[in-house]
């Protein structure tokens, strides 16, 4: 004999699991210029469109190339339906000049939103 019931409950526990399908995220600015040696901070913001509460994190680790970091400000956690991540954006005083690309990636239930942050190092 079946049991119908799975299938109810399965729905039921996704119907009310918050996921990234929901959600939009977005690097404000998206683009910065930086001179050698300067720095300035980025935000990567959440908005579950659902208004479903979850919880979202970012790695802790810092990402670097040709002398630009990205680091992370605070914990990297986004508790609820909204949030905003802040980022120091730093390039080392021999940076390499033009432009660096850095994806910011978000997990939460159900899968990665992955926002590009773009930073040109000038002279």
């Known amino acids: 004999?079946?049991?119908?019931?799975?299938?109810?409950?399965?729905?039921?526990l996704t119907a009310c699991t918050p996921t990234l399908q929901n959600a939009s995220a977005w690097v404000s600015p998206s683009?910065?210029?930086?001179?050698?040696?300067?720095?300035?901070?980025?935000?990567?913001?959440?908005?579950?469109?659902?208004?479903?509460?979850?919880?979202?994190s970012v790695p802790a680790y810092p990402k670097t190339a040709g002398g630009v970091r990205v680091a992370l400000i605070g914990s990297g956690m986004v508790n609820g339906n909204s949030g905003t991540i802040r980022y120091r954006v730093s390039a080392a005083h021999s940076a390499e000049l033009g432009k660096h690309t850095f994806d910011l990636t978000l997990t939460g239930e159900g899968g990665q939103l992955t926002q590009t942050l773009t930073v040109n190092v000038l002279p």
Request: hydrophobic share 55%.
């Open 1 to 12: 004999m079946k049991n119908l019931l799975l299938p109810a409950l399965a729905l039921a």
């Open 31 to 56: 683009a910065v210029e930086l001179r050698r040696g300067a720095s300035t901070e980025v935000s990567l913001i959440l908005v579950d469109r659902a208004g479903r509460n979850g919880m979202y």
